[in-house]
């Protein structure tokens, strides 16, 4: 199985860009990276996802590295409300989502 | 908007109950998923379904079932809970042509089991 590494956790001040870092080295030529995140109390919401270009859209930015074995989610300015988990995860064989421990952020005022 | 309902926020339930989580979404989805959530092993995938009356099993589907009998309700069934059982549950669903189109969660049922 296609598996991602991500720190366990990170900080950031308010209104700061914050960038969530991935390794993805076993990922396949097909496998599309997708990034959620979890607010407190709240199942997991879509925040972007992307195969091989970089990608924006107006939550964050997706970063990915030329051999694609990691990759980067960029939050431009970061508020509290982007305090959550944050997983990044490859798309399986039949659609599924396999989630990993996920990255802590936390964000300072 | 888009939603994924599940039908109770918190349930306790005694050790050899018979459970049930049942979960809803109004977005007309071929696709639908149960996830288990426990501090520090993230999601795990309990069951899934493609369509009416089929279902797949996910990574961890021991002591657990599932039923499909309407496109848009996916339940989830303990058969006889345990302690173990206690943890967050997850239920989410997607289109047919899977995660590229989104994958939406509902807001999680937290299970004890005493």
């Known amino acids: 199985d296609a598996k991602t590494t991500q720190p366990n956790s990170m900080e950031s001040n308010e209104e700061e860009p914050v960038h969530l870092p991935c390794n993805h080295s076993t990922i396949s030529g097909t496998d599309y990276i997708h990034w959620y995140r979890q607010l407190p109390s709240q199942g997991p919401e879509y925040v972007i996802h992307?195969?091989?270009s970089n990608v924006n859209n107006r939550m964050a930015s997706l970063a990915i590295a030329e051999d694609r074995k990691s990759s980067t989610l960029i939050l431009h300015r970061a508020t509290l409300r982007d305090a959550a988990v944050y997983y990044c995860i490859l798309e399986e064989y039949g659609n599924k989502l396999v989630f990993g421990a996920g990255t802590i952020l936390r964000v300072k005022s | 908007d888009v939603k994924v309902t599940q039908s109770s926020r918190y349930l306790v339930k005694r050790t050899g109950e018979k459970v049930f989580l049942e979960c809803v979404q109004d977005?007309?989805?071929?696709?639908m998923f149960w996830y288990r959530q426990d501090p520090g092993l993230g999601l795990r995938l309990i069951y899934f379904s493609y369509d009416v009356k089929m279902k797949e099993k996910g990574d961890i589907p021991e002591g657990y079932s599932v039923s499909r009998e309407k496109k848009e309700r996916f339940s989830l069934i303990l058969e006889s809970a345990s302690t173990n059982q206690t943890s967050m549950y997850l239920c989410?669903?997607?289109?047919?042509?899977?995660?590229?189109?989104?994958?939406?969660f509902g807001s999680g049922t937290q299970l004890s089991v005493l």
């Open positions: 992307g195969l091989t």
């Open positions: 977005m007309d989805h071929e696709n």
């Open positions: 989410a669903s997607s289109p047919r042509q899977g995660p590229l189109l989104g994958v939406f």
